[in-house]
């Protein structure tokens, strides 16, 4: 499909001529041939992971708590009651992941450091040496086998002891706490690592509301200063690494955010105006301070003095501090300025929408996307119209994507056999590897694509009900691996 074909569009009023030939339509995916020759040589194709999902060993190695071991403790807080005390075991059976990378034939490896299995308490005189030795091990062993780390240093998982003493991210020490885990991370590993991603999907953490104190409410305006804090820790940390890491290696630093593509649901200039104003919060929250040093005018807009202000040095910090954005893509929406049946300005987002807009995921009676098992669209096409405005509004950053899976819902009943079998993911896959390329013709700078996820997880809210991987795991049988249908695809889609 070529993107010139997309009905209708624009988003921005100033960017819509550049993005006109973008639009609102989505359908059946058209099936092209295509392969990991369709892409440049240098492009990488990766899988996905983070510590807490895979790892277990919650109480070996020296490892402190963290704020999801706090939140599996709170009964009815996981739909299914469970933990991620094992989890898939990777803390005992890396080795078998870095198997299933290799024989799936992926270039790069994108899994996170458990900051409290470096720092117990989150922060020390001394580092924890088993900790470290652990992500030593893995990391090598990847090399080994001709696989690039990509290492995020947080995903989700903030020490405890850190929430304990200060808050958290919604304390102004965190920023200093994370600057010293990072530095001794890039001490660590820096000599064979040439990719870091500071901080996962800040919104969705945020979100999540996970190790707020039970004397801290959680509202727009302390989410906000958590916020506020988590850009100044990237920021801080990209300075480190940059000043004394960094030297003359092709090493970057950079974020991963989850955005979603906000399509107007008419040409209207106040419908543009509103998506305008929805990827503002959802992503221009974090984007225009690392691209312009300042918060977007749409959110100073709506709140005004509750919105913390960067100092001129904190500006001329942030300014430029990512070397790459890390793009998690899972759904779009469409957008409208006024209510509709089936719209709100209050979707499942960590900060409320303002009035002049509405969310939803249906026009003229028909889905945006087809709907997956957890309720997101599938829209492939909004990936393509997510580059292509991030190009034109950011002037063409050096992009990955660093997440894009799909979801099953677990089925106890279904044969081994049954649950390799999963066509619909392989489909997801192809759908959206085939935008992508499309973006990736039309001038966007994207060098990478990270599956997610490796295997079956602790998928956090939901527990084990819901199963993203690209690998079944026998969680009644010592976490045994077996590639899915999708991993089959991947293997014979990254043949050279």
């Keep these: 499909m070529d993107i010139n074909t997309f009905s209708s569009g624009g988003i921005l009023l100033e960017h819509r001529q550049v993005l006109n030939n973008v639009g609102a339509q989505t359908g059946a995916p058209t099936r092209l041939d295509i392969s990991r020759n369709s892409f440049p040589s ?61 024989n799936i034939g992926y270039d790069a490896y994108r899994f996170s450091i458990a900051w409290s299995r470096i720092y117990p308490e989150g922060v020390g005189e001394r580092p924890n040496q088993e900790g470290l030795d652990y992500y030593n091990r893995l990391i090598d062993s990847l090399l080994k086998s001709g696989i690039k780390p990509f290492i995020t240093l947080c995903h989700f998982d903030l020490p405890q002891a850190l929430v304990d003493k200060f808050g958290g991210w919604h304390g102004s020490e965190i920023v200093p706490a994370f600057a010293a885990y990072a530095e001794t991370c890039f001490k660590s590993f820096g000599d064979r690592v040439r990719h870091w991603i500071t901080i996962n999907e800040p919104t969705i953490d945020l979100a999540f509301n996970a190790g707020v104190s039970a004397a801290m409410e959680a509202n727009e305006v302390t989410r906000y200063k958590a916020g506020h804090n988590m850009i100044l820790a990237h920021a801080h940390a990209a300075k480190i690494y940059r000043e004394k890491y960094q030297g003359s290696s092709d090493g970057v630093i950079g974020i991963s955010l989850d955005i979603q593509w906000f399509e ?136 990955y994507i660093t997440e894009n899976g799909y979801s099953e819902k677990r089925n106890p009943e279904m044969t081994l056999e049954e649950s390799l079998q999963d066509g619909e993911r392989t489909e997801f896959f192809r759908s959206h590897i085939r935008s992508l390329l499309e973006a990736h013709k039309n001038g966007v700078n994207v060098r990478g694509y990270f599956a997610w996820t490796l295997m079956d997880n602790f998928e956090w809210l939901w527990g084990y009900g819901f199963l993203f991987g690209i690998c079944y795991v026998d969680f009644q049988n010592n976490q045994k691996r077996y590639l899915k249908e999708s991993a089959l695809w991947f293997k014979k889609f990254l043949q050279k």
């Excluded at 704020?67 to 009815?76: A, F, L």
């Excluded at 299914?80 to 989890?87: E, H, I, L, R």
């Design 42 to 102: 240098d492009f990488i194709f990766g899988v996905a992971s983070s510590a807490y999902q895979i790892e277990g060993g919650a109480l070996e190695g020296g490892k402190g708590p963290c704020t999801w071991d706090t939140e599996t403790s709170k009964p009815g807080r996981i739909l299914d009651g469970s933990t991620a005390n094992v989890a898939c075991d990777s803390y005992h059976k890396y080795q078998a992941d870095v198997d299933l990378i290799h």
């Design 264 to 399: 107007p649901l008419t040409d209207s200039p106040e419908d543009i105006e509103a998506s305008e104003t929805a990827l503002a919060f959802r992503g221009g929250w974090f984007l225009d301070p690392f691209f312009r040093g300042e918060y977007p005018a749409a959110i100073r807009k709506t709140w005004g003095y509750s919105l913390p202000s960067f100092t001129p040095e904190e500006s001329r910090i942030v300014k430029g501090s990512a070397d790459f954005l890390g793009v998690n893509y899972y759904t779009a929406y469409y957008v409208t300025s006024k209510p509709c049946d089936g719209f709100s300005n209050e979707p499942a987002f960590p900060v409320t929408m303002p009035s002049s807009v509405y969310v939803g995921d249906t026009k003229n009676g028909v889905l945006i996307g087809a709907q997956t098992p957890t309720g997101l669209r599938a829209c492939p096409d909004g990936l393509a119209r997510l580059l292509l405005f991030l190009k034109s509004k950011y002037g063409n950053p050096l992009i």
